[in-house]
């Protein structure tokens, strides 16, 4: 693909709305577009965290696995959503396992890319890692009712009390 068609891809991304034709140019100069077939391993859950995706188009599932219960999916990601996030809140590891459940578009960047430009623009800096951090928000939601729908009869009842107000 052409820079232009990268960039065009680029300002199509939900996750990239609103930002500047400057940024956009200098986010095409760092990406590349992969196409996924379905079934297909992106990255597992533990592996070093080096490259972040954002969907183009298609369907991902985040999968958490663990040893004798092996992987539940937790959440779906789709077109114009953020894949990935480890490698630019400098993380080690993945955090879970993300397998392409139909065809699908990504463009991938290289996390010390991508935060080597929002060091370059605080702006951008900002925007993006606010939008990493909806996305975030969004799989800690998703994780939560995962949990409920798990343990909801198991958990411990909430009481409305506060600590501090129970002794007074």
Known sequence: ???????RTLRGIQFLRDLSDELIDQLADVAQIVEIPAGTVIFRQGEAASTLYLVVEGNVSLEVCAAGVGCKR????GSGELLGWSPVLEQGRLTATARAISEAQAVAFSGPQILA????NPRFGYEFMKRAALALAKR???TRLQLLDVFGTQMPAATDERPDEAET
């Open 140 to 142: 800690l939601n998703a």
């Open 117 to 120: 430009i929002c060091e370059q």
């Open 74 to 77: 937790i959440l779906t990601v």
């Open 1 to 7: 693909m052409t820079h232009t068609d990268v960039t």
